[in-house]
């Protein structure tokens, strides 16, 4: 399993932005080889914190912080995963993550595979 995350950049406070996460595997249909892929962030000094999640089954599930201005969604013939987040903060300043599980946890600890992360800074 591969994953490829990019979509960060610079963006003021109140912005939008649509990071992707791509798979790339043994198989074309990540779903058959994955359960549940999780967005991450990490700022400077603080620990990697769980964002958001989608499983195979289309159930989700976001972090207080961003819930109500996050969405995550999958475009399955591209074997993508998007987190979209919006009235972006500078506190979501940070590296964002995407991780694959065969399980369904906001735990880091419980992500098998682990794309690089994409830089978001939000600027006040």
């Known amino acids: 399993v591969q994953l490829q995350a990019s979509g960060g950049g610079l963006v003021q406070a109140g912005d939008s932005l649509k990071l992707a996460c791509a798979y790339s595997g043994r198989t074309n249909n990540m779903w058959s080889h994955i359960y549940s892929v999780g967005w991450f962030r990490q700022a400077p000094g603080k620990e990697r914190e769980f964002v958001a999640a989608?499983?195979?089954?289309?159930?989700?599930n976001y972090a207080a912080s961003v819930k109500g201005r996050a969405a995550i969604s999958s475009d399955n013939a591209k074997n993508t995963v998007y987190l979209r987040m919006n009235s972006l903060r500078p506190e979501d300043t940070g590296d964002y993550y995407c991780?694959?599980?065969?399980?369904?946890?906001?735990?880091?600890?419980?992500?098998?595979?682990w794309g690089q992360g994409t830089l978001v800074t939000v600027s006040s």
């Open positions: 991780a694959s599980s065969s399980g369904w946890s906001i735990r880091p600890t419980r992500y098998d595979y």
């Open positions: 989608m499983a195979r089954s289309g159930l989700t």
